[in-house]
C-alpha cells in the first residue's frame, strides 16, 4: 500500500468562485501498479481509510469488501480513496471552513459535490493515473461519483452508485438542518463536544430504521433506555474523532448536491435498500429513469436503513462483484 | 360552553410516590349537561383547547371535529377536554417540573400516562360525571386514553386510540432523546427559545414524512430551502408559546409510557396511518392482537405521517363517527 499528500501544483477554481491555490490531497492506494483502478468513496465521516494495514489498530470503513479475493478485488484492481475537501481528514479546505473567519453560518464557504469530483480528477492527474475502471461511491461518496460521471466521462468506464440520489430529499435536507443548527448553538455557546454528540445522535436516527431499532432494543419492558444509551455513546465517540467544522461543511454540501442525470453519459449502476430514509427507494426508482437505458438498479431489503451500505456486507458485496464483471 | 379550573379537594397520588396536594385542573365542557360525555385529548401541545368559540382568535387543535353534525357531534354527546398534567396550560405540575429545583435532568420529575388518567377521573368527580360515553385520544391522548381504559374501566363505555401505541418504540424514544438533549443545551447555556425551535423543527420532521416534504417542497432546482425556512418556521412559532419544561416533562412521558394490553377490558377502536414514523402501522397491528377480540383497528392511507390525526379530517372524522355510532 502507498499512501501520500499530494499538493497540487495548480490551483483548483472551486463552484463557489474561490480559486484553491495548491490544495493538498490526501489519498491511498492499494495494489499493483498494472492494474486497474478503482476508486471508493464513502459518508462524509469517512476518508481514505476504506481498508487499513494489519498494522493500523482500526478497521477499514470498507474493510470487508477490498483485499485479495473481496468484491473489490486487490488481485484484478487497485484501489485508490481520498479524504474530502472540508472534511475531517488531512486534505484541505477553502478559506473559512475552519471557522478562522467566525462562526457566522453566512461565512462558511460552501463545497460542492462537483468540487470533490473535480478534486478526485486533479487526485488522478498528480498520481499520474488516466482512467479509473470505475468510482464506486456510497452515501455522500455516491453524489461525488454521480458528479465524477458528469463532469469527467473521458476518465472513468463506469460507475456505482449506492444509497446516493441525484439531490437531497426535503427531508433528509430537514434532518441535517437540524442537525446544523445544534451545531451552531454549539459554537455559540461554546459547547463543541456536546453539540457534535447531539447532531451525530439525530443522525443515527436518520441513518437506521425503526425495523433495527426495534428489534435491537425492544427486549425488556422499557426498550427506551437502551436506545437513549446507545444513541448517546455513538455521539459521545463520533464527538471525540470528528471536527464540527467539518461536519458543517459536508453536511451542507449533501443539502447543495445536484446532479442533471441527463448530462451522465457514462454507465451508471445503482443500489439501494429498502428501509433508507435518507435516500428512499422511490427516488432510487426516479433517478434510473432518469438516466435512462445505461443505469441497472439493484435494491435489496434491510434493516439497516442507510447504513445498509456498511451493515450488508453481503448485499454489498454482490453489487460491487456483478457491477465490476460487467466492466470485463 | 362552560370552563374552568377545579382544584380537587383530596391529594392525588402520582405512580412516582409524589402526592400532589390539591391539583388544579383546567378544562373545558361544551354541549347539554342531560347527554353523555365524550373526553378528548391530543398530542403533548394540545390542551383544553379542543375547539373554541367564535370569540377566541385561534382555532381549536380538533376544530373540525367537534360541533353540533361534526364527527363529535355536541348534539349527540357532550365534550370535555383538560389541559395536562405538567403541560404548558393552566392544570398543575409536578414538585420541580417547571425547573425550580435546577436544571438538571436527573431532578425533572416524571409525569406517567397513567398520571393523566388517574387526573381525568379525578377531574369527572369534581364535574359529578360518573361515567364517559368514550375516551377520544390521538397521539399522547391516545396513550392516556388507554391508561383511562385499564384503569377506570367502570368509568368509560369504550375508547378511540388515534395514531398511539402501548409504548413508544425505540426509534422514537431516539428522536425524542436528541430533542430533549437539544433543551438541555439550551437550558445549560441560557439559549431557551433557540433550543425549543430546534427541537421543535426536529418533531416536525418526525411528525411528517418524506412523501408529505417531497411534494411540498420539490418545486425548485434546490428544494432544500423551503423545507429548512419551513421548519424554522414552526420551530419559532412553537417556541414563542410552549414552555421548555412542559416540552421536556410530556416528552418524557411519552417514552416512559407503558400499557399491558391485556390488563384493558374496555373496548378498543384503534385507528392510524401508513406513512405515521411515531407510531408504525407494524407496532398498530401488533397492539390489535394483544388486545384481542375487543379491539378494531382502521388503517388509512396518508402522506402525513403522524400529523395525519390533525391533517386527515375526512377519515379521522369517518373514524370517530364509526366509533360513536358503535356505542349507541
Same mark, same amino acid.
Given at each position: 500500500?502507498?499512501?501520500?499528500?499530494?499538493? #497540487? $501544483?495548480?490551483? #483548483?477554481?472551486?463552484?463557489?468562485?474561490?480559486?484553491?491555490?495548491?490544495?493538498?490531497?490526501?489519498?491511498?492506494?492499494?495494489?499493483?501498479?498494472? #492494474?486497474?483502478?478503482?476508486?471508493?468513496?464513502?459518508?462524509?465521516?469517512?476518508?481514505?481509510?476504506?481498508?487499513?494495514?494489519?498494522?493500523?489498530?482500526?478497521? @477499514?470503513?470498507?474493510?470487508?469488501?477490498? @483485499?485479495?479475493?473481496?468484491?473489490? $478485488?486487490?488481485?484484478?484492481?487497485?484501489?485508490?480513496?481520498?479524504?474530502?475537501?472540508?472534511?475531517?481528514?488531512?486534505?484541505?479546505?477553502?478559506?473559512?471552513?475552519?471557522?478562522?473567519?467566525?462562526?457566522?453560518?453566512?461565512?462558511?464557504?460552501?463545497?460542492?459535490?462537483?468540487?470533490?469530483?473535480?478534486?478526485?480528477?486533479?487526485?488522478?492527474?498528480?498520481?499520474? &493515473?488516466?482512467?479509473?475502471?470505475?468510482?464506486?461511491?456510497?452515501?455522500?461518496?455516491?453524489?461525488?461519483?454521480?458528479?465524477?460521471?458528469?463532469?469527467?466521462?473521458?476518465?472513468?468506464?463506469?460507475?456505482?452508485?449506492?444509497?446516493?440520489?441525484?439531490?437531497?430529499?426535503?427531508?433528509?435536507?430537514?434532518?441535517?438542518?437540524?442537525?446544523?443548527?445544534?451545531?451552531?448553538?454549539?459554537? $455559540?455557546?461554546?459547547?463543541?463536544?456536546?453539540?457534535?454528540?447531539?447532531?451525530?445522535?439525530?443522525?443515527?436516527?436518520?441513518?437506521?430504521?425503526?425495523?433495527?431499532?426495534?428489534?435491537?432494543?425492544?427486549?425488556?419492558?422499557?426498550?427506551?433506555?437502551?436506545?437513549?444509551?446507545?444513541? $448517546?455513546?455513538?455521539?459521545?465517540?463520533?464527538?471525540?474523532?470528528?471536527? &464540527?467544522?467539518?461536519?458543517?461543511?459536508?453536511?451542507?454540501?449533501?443539502?447543495?448536491?445536484?446532479?442533471?442525470?441527463?448530462?451522465?453519459?457514462?454507465?451508471?449502476?445503482?443500489?439501494?435498500?429498502?428501509?433508507?430514509?435518507?435516500?428512499?427507494?422511490?427516488?432510487?426508482?426516479?433517478?434510473?429513469?432518469?438516466?435512462?437505458?445505461?443505469?441497472? #438498479?439493484?435494491?435489496?431489503?434491510? &434493516?439497516?436503513?442507510?447504513?445498509?451500505?456498511?451493515?450488508?456486507?453481503?448485499?454489498?458485496?454482490?453489487?460491487?462483484?456483478?457491477?465490476?464483471?460487467?466492466?470485463?
Amino acid at each position: 500500500m502507498r499512501e501520500g499528500i499530494v499538493e #497540487l $501544483d495548480q490551483p #483548483l477554481r472551486l463552484m463557489s468562485g474561490e480559486i484553491l491555490d495548491k490544495p493538498r490531497i490526501s489519498w491511498r492506494l492499494l495494489g499493483d501498479p498494472h #492494474l486497474p483502478v478503482v476508486l471508493v468513496g464513502g459518508g462524509i465521516s469517512a476518508g481514505k481509510q476504506a481498508w487499513t494495514d494489519v498494522c493500523e489498530s482500526a478497521k @477499514g470503513w470498507w474493510q470487508a469488501q477490498i @483485499g485479495p479475493g473481496q468484491a473489490v $478485488d486487490t488481485n484484478c484492481f487497485r484501489v485508490l480513496a481520498f479524504d474530502y475537501l472540508g472534511g475531517n481528514g488531512e486534505t484541505t479546505g477553502p478559506t473559512g471552513w475552519n471557522g478562522e473567519n467566525g462562526n457566522d453560518p453566512a461565512l462558511f464557504p460552501a463545497i460542492d459535490t462537483a468540487d470533490q469530483a473535480d478534486l478526485a480528477a486533479c487526485l488522478l492527474n498528480a498520481l499520474g &493515473i488516466d482512467r479509473l475502471a470505475s468510482f464506486i461511491g456510497a452515501s455522500y461518496g455516491g453524489m461525488v461519483a454521480q458528479q465524477f460521471a458528469a463532469r469527467h466521462p473521458q476518465r472513468l468506464n463506469k460507475a456505482l452508485v449506492i444509497c446516493a440520489g441525484h439531490e437531497a430529499t426535503p427531508l433528509a435536507t430537514g434532518w441535517r438542518h437540524v442537525q446544523r443548527q445544534v451545531l451552531g448553538l454549539g459554537l $455559540d455557546c461554546g459547547e463543541v463536544a456536546r453539540a457534535v454528540s447531539i447532531a451525530r445522535s439525530l443522525a443515527m436516527c436518520t441513518y437506521r430504521s425503526d425495523r433495527e431499532f426495534s428489534k435491537r432494543f425492544a427486549t425488556g419492558v422499557n426498550p427506551a433506555s437502551s436506545a437513549t444509551a446507545y444513541l $448517546d455513546h455513538c455521539g459521545a465517540h463520533f464527538a471525540r474523532r470528528f471536527n &464540527i467544522y467539518a461536519y458543517l461543511c459536508l453536511s451542507q454540501s449533501i443539502d447543495d448536491h445536484h446532479v442533471q442525470p441527463q448530462e451522465i453519459s457514462v454507465p451508471v449502476d445503482l443500489a439501494g435498500f429498502n428501509s433508507d430514509q435518507i435516500v428512499p427507494v422511490r427516488q432510487l426508482i426516479a433517478l434510473r429513469q432518469l438516466l435512462g437505458s445505461k443505469c441497472s #438498479l439493484t435494491l435489496s431489503d434491510s &434493516i439497516y436503513g442507510h447504513d445498509a451500505f456498511l451493515k450488508e456486507e453481503n448485499a454489498v458485496s454482490g453489487v460491487i462483484r456483478e457491477h465490476l464483471e460487467s466492466l470485463q
